[in-house]
Nanobody, 122 residues
Framework: QVQLVESGGGLVKPGGSLRLSCTAS????????IGWFRESPGKAREQIAAITTTGYSTFYNDAVKGRFFISTDHKKTIFLDLTNLEPADSGVYHC????????????????WGQGTRVTVSS
């Protein structure tokens, strides 16, 4: 079955950058789409970005477009580069298999990892 493991989170000062990694296994490359979402206390789950493993089309939440960048090594890892981080970006970042029938608006994840925590200090 699909397994996803996130890494790369940590403590960073406002304006800083991080690279998050999502290592995926248990599926045929090209059969699923991978997305990132984040969670924090008091906030609803927020979509970040997604990428298809067939064609590598990308999708971004307008709120982070231009600051966050999704990419892949085309093998088993999906990256999320976070730049110009703000305290509001703090939270647990998860990667998961996402249905993209309606783009990020679908907000339908079938499987996701435990997440990696990003803390942006003030």
């Amino acid at each position: 079955q699909v397994q996803l493991v996130e890494s790369g989170g940590g403590l960073v000062k406002p304006g800083g950058s991080l690279r998050l990694s999502c290592t995926a296994s248990g599926f045929t490359w090209g059969s699923l789409n991978i997305g990132w979402f984040r969670e924090s206390p008091g906030k609803a789950r927020e979509q970040i970005a997604a990428i298809t493993t067939t064609g590598y089309s990308t999708f971004y939440n307008d709120a982070v477009k231009g600051r966050f960048f999704i990419s892949t090594d085309h093998k088993k890892t999906i990256f999320l580069d976070l730049t110009n981080l703000e305290p509001a970006d703090s939270g647990v970042y998860h990667c998961g298999t996402i249905q993209l029938t309606y783009g990020l608006a679908s907000d339908i994840y079938d499987t996701w990892g435990q997440g990696t925590r990003v803390t942006v200090s003030s």
